[in-house]
């Protein structure tokens, strides 16, 4: 079955530490994204990247960091330097230059700062 | 910039019955797509109806139809025959159309009493 997996599902972190959330597709789609996910906010995009080795940050890229070295994959490092990583985190894929506009998301990642 | 605006943070319906969540948006373009989607409690984001901009006659897909009024920047989804199954957040979205960002607004939450 194409999609979008995310993993893992629930991660916890000691300050101090990076934690690297996965995210790979399936469905053959260029662009890949990165939304974090706080109550009352909706989503807000850390970055996304229209093609592999290359990527552009979003609106809240500060403290984050990510690769594109495979289609398949785009992986989002939460650094040290995010000052309140807790949060929802959402993988999203697309195909570029879109027909239909919409993105295809995964399950999404818990990330708890303890 | 664009922005997304759901100002109903809850909305509430009784099953069968009808429920109408708002969208306005903020843009100087005029080819773009908006989209809903839901977010019920498992966390993924499903798509539920996109209405491209340039088409006047409003999106429908079964039970969910929108009301596109382009020149009051408005957006809302109407929900009919509300099920338990709808209970969820839902999310307006923006996309310009060739380019890769989608921007959401802040989420309304919908319940459905039996």
């Known amino acids: 079955d194409g999609g979008i997996t995310q993993s893992p599902k629930y991660l916890f972190r000691k300050e101090g530490q990076n934690v690297t959330l996965s995210c790979e597709q399936n469905?053959?789609?260029?662009?890949m994204y990165w939304y974090r996910q706080d109550p009352g906010q909706g989503l807000r995009l850390i970055y996304y990247s229209q093609i592999v080795n290359d990527f552009q940050k979003g609106d809240i890229a500060e403290g984050y960091s990510v690769s594109r070295e495979k289609k398949e994959s785009f992986p989002l490092t939460v650094t040290s330097a995010q000052k309140n990583p807790t949060a929802f985190y959402l993988c999203a894929s697309s195909i570029t230059g879109t027909y239909t506009g919409e993105l295809f998301f995964g399950e999404g990642s818990r990330l708890t700062v303890l | 910039a664009q922005t997304v605006t759901q100002s109903q943070p809850e909305m509430s319906v009784q099953e069968a019955e009808t429920v109408t969540l708002s969208c306005t948006y903020d843009?100087?373009?005029?080819?773009?797509?908006l989209f809903w989607y839901k977010q019920p409690p498992s966390r993924q984001m499903i798509l539920v109806i996109r209405?491209?901009?340039?088409?006047?006659q409003n999106a429908t897909e079964n039970r969910f139809s929108v009301n596109f009024q382009k020149a009051a920047k408005s957006f809302s989804l109407k929900i009919s025959d509300s099920q338990l199954g709808d209970a969820a957040m839902y999310f307006c979205?923006?996309?310009?159309?060739?380019?890769?960002?989608?921007?959401f607004g802040t989420g309304t939450r919908l319940q459905v009493f039996p």
């Open positions: 843009t100087s373009e005029s080819d773009y797509y």
């Open positions: 979205a923006y996309r310009r159309r060739n380019t890769d960002k989608l921007i």
């Open positions: 209405q491209e901009a340039y088409k006047q």
């Open positions: 469905l053959n789609h260029d662009a």
